[in-house]
């Protein structure tokens, strides 16, 4: 359960700074960026010169003194016989760098503090564990009103509105089997499960990317969750944010917490456009049947 705690008011330290509008940017820098881009995400694994430079919009010729660059470095390979690129064994060095020193807390702590502040509630990172739901980032936006929800706390994977978010987007098979036990908690008594409005709700949360629970776990709290990813697309945890919000704050709330939870899932490692493309060609298919 989660109790809700008032804390006095703080002071709120003024900032004399404000924040730049200068973002420096260099053209090759970017364009070759896009480059690997196009590469990484085309459904052909190589591509022709003309391919790329239509795709990422640049004059071939520039495009091509980019490609070869990219080639001395190992970041790209070209085919010389059939005059085709395809990205290069130099970039899993740097991929491997990258995932061998990602710490999920770090990456996600600024996101949280972000989301809580805009909407005055305690935001909170989850992360996956067997059958359980350990929080591993929290911050509260609110500095008058708290949720008692520490580092470490471990919920049910299928308890309330982050339950929801969790199996919504797991493979089929692996939802069934979860749907399929005796004692799950989505509405927290087993005994009030209704199967019929839980995957109304799993639809609707695939559909939005959140899912949501209005004081049906905790009396008082609304509580709004959405799905993580993180590299090789696989599902790891969630983004929850709590708080005293009417329930006509979901339609602004709940947004903000699936594209949130999309940019954290980027900075993971996962291909989010993937993801949400292909659960929405599977919900089409289904009511095609």
């Known amino acids: ?128 564990q067997g059958e359980h739901v350990i929080v591993l980032g929290k911050h509260e936006g609110n500095q008058n009103i708290g949720f008692t929800v520490r580092l470490g706390h471990r919920f049910h994977i299928t308890l309330g509105a982050h339950g929801k978010a969790i199996v919504a987007f797991l493979p089929k098979a692996e939802r069934e089997e979860i749907l399929s036990k005796k004692k799950v908690y989505f509405f927290r008594d087993p005994s009030r499960m209704n199967m019929e409005l839980l995957r109304e709700e799993l639809r609707e949360c695939r559909e939005l990317g959140y899912a949501q629970d209005i004081g049906g776990i905790t009396p008082g709290a609304s509580v709004v969750s959405a799905p993580l990813f993180g590299n090789r697309d696989k599902l790891i945890g969630c983004l929850i944010l709590i708080g005293t919000f009417p329930e006509n704050k979901i339609v602004k709330f709940g947004p903000k917490v699936a594209g949130t939870a999309r940019q954290i899932s980027q900075k993971l490692g996962a291909d989010v456009e993937t993801i949400y493309h292909k659960q929405g060609k599977d919900e089409r298919r289904k009511e095609g049947q």
């Open 1 to 128: 359960m989660i109790a809700l705690v008032k804390t006095l008011p703080q002071e709120k330290k003024k900032s004399s700074k404000k924040p730049s509008s200068y973002h420096p940017i260099v053209p090759a820098v970017e364009q070759a960026s896009r480059i690997l881009l196009c590469l990484g995400k085309n459904s052909n694994f190589k591509m022709g010169l003309t391919e790329i430079s239509k795709e990422v919009g640049i004059h071939k010729s520039k495009g091509f003194s980019i490609l070869n660059t990219l080639t001395r470095f190992g970041f790209v390979e070209k085919d010389h016989h059939a005059k085709t690129y395809s990205l290069g064994v130099g970039l899993l060095s740097l991929a491997r760098h990258v995932l061998d020193n990602l710490h999920y807390p770090e990456v996600v702590s600024p996101f949280l503090q972000e989301i809580a502040n805009e909407t005055s509630g305690t935001a909170l990172f989850g992360l996956i």
